[in-house]
């Protein structure tokens, strides 16, 4: 067994990624219901999961002010290159800091394929948000395309190495995790089998150890792309899986808390939950 198979468990991650939904008075009843949703799960598992909810940035103060008596806390769903400047419609990693927000996604499809942000522009967005101390997560994924034509681990690998051109100092890395989203998954239904989503993330794993500083290791890889209920537990059962970033199946407090509840079971042998 290598070092990287050897590896301890991390916390689970399961961030939600609201997109462009609800508006900002369904804010505090959502946080609410599902802090009391999540309430029963037993204590000596609080340990081993961490909640995050991505919301639009209109949301984010009256989010954070409603998760302040949880443990569960806010990202932003993008975040700009610079502290201050002429840079039009973008929200700084320094005032998404000064609002209480530790989080930011990056890189996300939606933001590349629509809006066209491409490595270098994720690169800028990732190192000035680590560089402010906001934790990124930091969004890779293949279209169908290059999946059927036997390309995924390269695209990977292409959207990865912006981070090996040493731009970015390794204590920082800490504060990373890689979503892995197969733009294929997201938001069809179609959700990357278990086995397709362990060998990706095993070979992102395997990247980070052999490119990057040993600090790398710490880096938590999620997957994402039509995560329900039904398969949460299924896809965390993996060994190189940490964690998941929720989308559609995040609206709902009450199919996102059977998410997370599910998704635990591949942390317990007893009927803990
Ligand atoms: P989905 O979205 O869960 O609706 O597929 C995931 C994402 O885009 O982060």
């Not at 362990?198 to 990247?207: A, G, L, T």
């Not at 600090?215 to 537990?233: C, D, F, H, M, T």
């Not at 997370?260 to 079971?265: E, H």
Request: proline fraction near 4%; charged fraction near 20%; charge should be neutral.
């Amino acid at each position: 067994m290598t070092q990287i198979e050897k590896r301890m468990p991390k916390k689970l991650l399961f961030a939600a990624n609201w997109k462009m939904n609800k508006l900002v008075g369904e804010t505090p009843e959502f946080v609410q219901r599902l802090t009391g949703l999540l309430a029963d799960i037993p204590e000596k598992l609080g340990s081993e999961y961490q909640v995050v909810i991505g919301a639009p940035a209109t949301h984010l103060t009256l989010l954070i002010k409603s998760l302040k008596d949880s443990s569960l806390e806010a990202s932003a769903q993008n975040s700009g290159v610079a502290k201050f400047g002429a840079y039009t419609g973008e929200i700084s990693p320094a005032m998404l800091k000064d609002i209480g927000c530790g989080w930011t996604i990056v890189g996300h499809s939606e933001r590349r394929h629509f809006f066209k942000e491409d490595d270098l522009l994720v690169l800028s967005r990732t190192k000035a948000a680590l560089e402010e101390g906001l934790k990124v997560i930091l969004c890779v994924g293949e279209v169908l395309q290059e999946r059927n034509s036997g390309k995924t681990t390269r695209v990977i690998e292409n959207q990865l190495s912006i981070l090996k051109q040493n731009q970015i100092d390794p204590s920082l890395f800490e504060n990373l995790v890689i979503a892995y989203e197969p733009v294929w998954a997201i938001g069809t239904g179609e959700t990357a089998t278990p086995a397709q989503a362990q060998e990706v993330h095993h070979h992102i794993r395997s990247w980070c150890a052999k490119n990057l500083s040993d600090q790398a290791s710490s880096i938590r890889i999620l997957y994402g792309g039509s995560v329900k209920p039904e398969n949460s537990q299924q896809i965390l059962s993996q060994p190189d899986v940490d964690g998941l970033l929720v989308g559609g199946a995040s609206l709902d407090p009450v199919v996102f808390a059977n998410l997370v509840k599910n998704g635990l079971k591949s942390r317990t042998t007893k009927k803990e939950l």
